[in-house]
């Protein structure tokens, strides 16, 4: 480990394949508010096809903007796979991303107006430790998992904020240890014991235990968990890119190369070596490489050149922690 050594800036956005991008889009508009950019079509780009999943022919993607990171919605599902099973809540892999919004819009209510449904227990968000915070669980059409926090005295002034990305693992020991040395941060939260009859209604498991660990990423918290009871299971293989889900999640940093030459030598094999993105509007590229964490995630890096539109320095940070 070398703590502290990374360049490491947050976490840039969370990537979604989705079976059909215009109901996708439609669905996650109208109920988070959060904008997108202009839809485009790609054919040939790493950030697509996972690297170890070749693409077979052109995506449609577009991205959701928040506040402090961004969601990528790429229409890669094939048409035999848009009704496969769902990831458990248990995992393993990446279950879910959170939004949290002020108690008064009433956020969770939306989504299931809006037709998600529900995996928490009840008709509204449950408390757990009367914190201030309401959580619910709900699947969109696809049957990708998402969290909603309803927060009674928000520390952010926006409708919506992207709070967190959860991975699940079989062993969040060895999961934490790899974070820690990518984000050169210790956990600023460990719980070894989350069990009772509430955390039973928002998993919808009963008799749930689990164990978790947070990471303040700067702009947004890397929140792992193993579920003790029921367990989860140890991946057979990595998750398929092109199944319906989070396929990947990318840290922006300052100095790609430095990275993957540091994470190669903490025994990180990237898939390629740094590709180059495309230029956005303004003409700014930057580069961008592929590796997997010890559970299998996909998991990429990526640099922009100074100026960038699309980097993390144009967004809001957590302030508060």
Known sequence: ??????????????????????RALAFYRSTTTLDSTARRTVTGDARYRGNDHPQTGPVEVAVLNGPNAYLELAQIVPAASADSEPLPVEGPGVTHVCFQSPAPSKLYSRFIDHGATA???GDAPIALSGNGVRYGYARDADGIMFEVEQIDEPRFDDPVWIAHV??????????????ENLLGVAPYGRANKLTGPRLDEVTGIDGVRIRA?????????LELWEYVTPATPEPAAP??????????????VSDVDRE???????GVEFLEP???LVADS????????YARDPDGNLFGLVQFSPGSEMSLDRLKRIHWM
């Open 213 to 221: 660990a947070w990471f303040n990423a700067g702009n947004m918290v």
């Open 119 to 121: 995996v928490s227990r």
């Open 1 to 22: 480990m070398r703590q502290g050594a990374t360049t490491v800036k947050g976490i840039h956005h969370i990537g979604l394949s989705v079976s059909d991008l215009d």
């Open 274 to 276: 740094p590709s180059e």
């Open 282 to 289: 303004e003409g700014h590229g930057g580069r961008e490489a």
């Open 166 to 179: 959860s991975l699940v693992s079989p062993d969040i020991d060895r999961l934490v240890a790899f974070y």
């Open 239 to 252: 998750r398929a890119f092109d199944a319906a889900g989070y396929n990947r999640f990318v840290f922006e």
């Open 260 to 266: 993957v030459e540091r994470l190669s030598g903490d």
